[in-house]
């Protein structure tokens, strides 16, 4: 059984579209993460979530919202998408909040802006 | 050898030689960091972390070596197989828990 999983796997739209990617783990972490990953493999973390609750929002725009329904589900919604949002997104989970704590990262979502 | 690719530096290693794979990382206050493994594809896996208060940590087959001094991290990897091809990223998790990913090294295995 997959431990963190993510959908869809690849997501091509149009600027201007809204999408949304949902990640699911089912190692009873208590932290969830996700990350963008660029063209040139730069991994940069954009948000954490404790217990379903946002503990790192690092520097993205708005249009980017988290949403947590359940400890075990981190879903990403991106309005009016632009060119610069194409990139690979990609979940992850903890035991617990601190960094420091092996993350679990799951399959990825390509995401292209046309 | 090594060499600066379009986008990732490449290091090319015989199969069954050691690879040595090298991270500078940035913030002195560091205290904790960690090597993934990311094969095509799929999303990164933990290999092994260090903590600042140690120089040296090794695992199955690997090794990582930290010099504070010159705030470097290396990763060894013994007997180099196929299925070590895939891009490393050194990690270092700062003070505030914020953690910061390197830019990443592919390793291609010679055959």
């Known amino acids: 059984d997959t431990a963190v999983s993510q959908t869809p796997k690849y997501l091509v739209t149009q600027m201007g579209n809204d999408k949304s990617i949902k990640c699911e783990q089912n190692l009873g972490h208590d932290t969830m993460y996700w990350y963008k990953q660029d063209s040139k493999k730069f991994l940069k973390i954009m948000f954490s979530?404790?217990?379903?609750?946002?503990?790192i929002n690092e520097t993205v725009p708005n249009r980017f919202s988290p949403k947590s329904p359940d400890k075990a589900h981190l879903n990403l919604h991106i309005n009016s998408l632009e060119l610069g949002d194409s990139a690979v997104y990609f979940c992850?989970?903890?035991?617990?909040?601190?960094?420091?704590?092996?993350?679990?990262f799951g399959p990825g979502t390509r995401l292209t802006v046309l | 050898g090594e060499s600066v690719g379009l986008h990732l530096p490449t290091l090319s290693v015989q199969e069954g030689d050691n690879s040595i794979i090298n991270c500078a990382y940035s913030?002195?206050?560091?205290?904790?960091f960690i090597w993934y493994k990311q094969e095509s594809g799929k999303g990164p896996q933990f290999i092994i972390d260090?903590?600042?208060?140690?120089d040296k940590r090794q695992g199955q087959r690997v090794t990582v070596l930290l010099n504070k001094t010159v705030k470097h991290l290396s990763l060894q990897i013994a007997a180099t197989q196929p299925g070590d091809s895939a891009v490393y990223f050194c990690a270092e998790i700062e003070r505030d828990d914020k953690i910061i990913f390197g830019k990443g090294t592919r390793l291609h295995i010679l055959p």
């Open positions: 979530y404790n217990n379903k609750e946002l503990i």
């Open positions: 992850a989970s903890s035991q617990s909040g601190r960094a420091h704590n092996e993350q679990f």
């Open positions: 260090i903590r600042s208060n140690m």
């Open positions: 913030n002195s206050a560091s205290d904790y």
